[in-house]
């Protein structure tokens, strides 16, 4: 019955008074004075007025789950005590100084930081957002192997700047101008809308409904995979190359993920070939995967650059590069400098982050909640003929609508 819905659990928590623009007024202002880049979501646009943990509170005081965190952003909750508190006794020391300056907060945040990362990922470069940080990679494993192109997936996501959108390989994010020239896509492994793939093949609680014919221990289809992998570094770039970029599961084009294996194959071919390997975390790092912290140790792989971003802050703008000092040598033969990266309250809310992440246990949060949900929605999957697949780990879930399940695999690929 329509009439049936959930009901919502308990919250104590009691929004202010709404007391800015009347609803109307702000949809006018909307109009007139915001890019009208930044679309909207839902018939009637959400007005949203106060966030308290997972809940987030509308103008008229409804109140909302949010299981958008906007846009995979809010890793400890909306105003998280412990990070609204270390936000405003910093605001009451010191708002902003120079990072060419000593203070405390960036030193301390950089070896808190580089204490959940293996060696020799030790030395940050903090700057203010995820496009911002791809930028920086890119430019640091051009400036490292003296080489220029640069591979990443189809499908991918790594960032609207003109720079980082050759990286960006989702047609809805092109605007047909020249952007990031020296930029080479791959087919993307994707076990479910590929051409190979099967029942065994991720490293996830729900796998595919395809059918497998791998045996235990072999994934023909990793195996087909890199064979694509290996024909783009034969037919597409050079003999040598600066790197090659991917998230360990996608993030904007549906939490895609690969065959195991594919990863660290991957890594290999790209470091014959004098390239660096950059691991794009702004979605996968800091617990969300629930097994592990980053996203790159469910692949068994050590990358040399990983890109930080949404979930470092809980929504605070601010984002990071972490690499070898080696790398990190190569930005240091001229001057570069990021007048916000390393800002003081950043620092602080970023240093917040991480303590409340432990404290509050959300890894195992991620991996206990995400594997119960990724259990109960491959229910729906096979219930509805409209859920073709539901992938995933921890609470980094996707969910693909099909119009028909049983689309010849021959189809499926023409259709990518």
């Not at 059918?211 to 221990?217: I, K, L, N, T």
């Not at 691991?279 to 629930?290: I, L, M, N, Y």
Request: glycine residues 10%.
């Amino acid at each position: 019955s329509v009439s049936m819905r959930a009901k919502m659990p308990p919250c104590n928590f009691v929004p202010e008074k709404y007391r800015s623009y009347p609803y109307e007024h702000m949809l006018k202002i909307r109009e007139q004075n915001i890019a009208p880049s930044l679309r909207m979501y839902y018939k009637k646009p959400l007005l949203l007025h106060q966030g308290h943990m997972q809940w987030l509170f509308d103008y008229e005081g409804r109140r909302y789950l949010d299981l958008f965190a906007g846009i995979v952003t809010v890793s400890v909750g909306h105003c998280h005590p412990k990070v609204t508190m270390a936000a405003q006794k910093q605001l009451a020391c010191l708002w902003h100084t120079t990072n060419i300056y000593m203070h405390p907060s960036i030193h301390e945040y950089a070896e808190k930081l580089t204490s959940f990362l293996p060696d020799p990922l030790k030395v940050v470069y903090l700057t203010n957002s995820g496009s911002e940080a791809n930028d920086l990679a890119m430019f640091m494993a051009r400036l490292y192997t003296r080489n220029f192109d640069i591979i990443c997936f189809r499908g991918a996501y790594h960032g609207g700047s003109p720079y980082a959108l050759g990286l960006t390989s989702i047609g809805s994010y092109k605007h047909g101008v020249a952007n990031g020239i020296g930029c080479s896509t791959t087919m993307l492994p994707d076990v479910f809308r590929g051409p190979w793939g099967g029942s065994n093949c991720r490293d996830s609680p729900v796998q595919t409904v395809r059918r497998c014919s791998c045996s235990e221990g072999v994934c023909h289809a990793n195996e087909q995979y890199i064979e694509q992998f290996k024909d783009t570094l034969n037919t597409s770039v050079p003999k040598t190359i600066a790197g090659f970029i991917a998230e360990p599961i996608q993030g904007v084009n549906g939490a895609v993920q690969y065959p195991k294996g594919f990863l660290k194959e991957a890594y290999q071919l790209v470091r014959e070939r004098g390239g660096v390997c950059i691991s794009d975390e702004v979605q996968t790092g800091f617990g969300r995967t629930g097994s592990h912290f980053w996203g790159f140790q469910t692949h068994d792989v050590v990358p040399d650059i990983i890109t930080l971003a949404k979930g470092i802050g809980n929504g605070f703008p601010m984002a990071a590069v972490v690499t070898t000092k080696e790398i990190a040598n190569s930005l240091a033969q001229n001057l570069h400098f990021n007048t916000f990266g390393g800002n003081p309250l950043a620092c602080v809310v970023g240093s917040a982050v991480l303590d409340a992440i432990e404290e509050d246990n959300l890894q195992k949060n991620s991996k206990d909640v995400g594997t119960y949900m990724l259990l109960e929605l491959a229910k729906l999957r096979d219930k509805f003929e409209i859920v073709g697949d539901v992938r995933g780990k921890g609470l980094m879930i996707g969910i693909e609508m099909v119009t028909d399940k049983v689309v010849p695999l021959q189809v499926l690929f023409q259709l990518r």
